[in-house]
């Protein structure tokens, strides 16, 4: 498990950063909405030595979009003929 940073927003005034060990930023966004249910996430990052150096590597947010799900057509009176006997 790798620790990422995940930076958001509580209540749209505050700006927070905690740190969540996980497998995937996915992982770790899903922790913070968990811990924070109200929260705006803006980003995540994870540091890190590589073989030759240090870097960083920035992670957007998943997209909070909600698409509704349509309901079914109302069914079709069915008429009944009485010469398909």
């Known amino acids: 498990m790798n620790t990422l940073n995940v ?3 509580d209540n749209g005034t505050t700006e927070h950063v ?3 060990k996980a497998i995937s930023a996915g992982q770790a ?7 924070c249910p109200g929260a705006w996430l803006i980003g995540a990052w994870r540091e890190g030595r590589y073989a030759d150096g240090y870097g960083i590597t920035t ?3 998943p997209s909070a979009v909600k ?3 349509a ?3 109302p ?3 069915q008429m009944k003929f009485p010469f398909a006997k």
Do not use: I
């Not at 966004?29 to 811990?35: G, H, I, N, T, W």
């Open 7 to 9: 930076r958001f927003m």
């Open 18 to 20: 905690r740190k969540y």
């Open 29 to 35: 966004f899903q922790k913070c909405l968990e811990e």
């Open 59 to 61: 992670y957007e947010p």
């Open 67 to 69: 698409v509704e799900v």
């Open 71 to 73: 309901e079914p057509a």
């Open 75 to 77: 069914q079709e009176e």
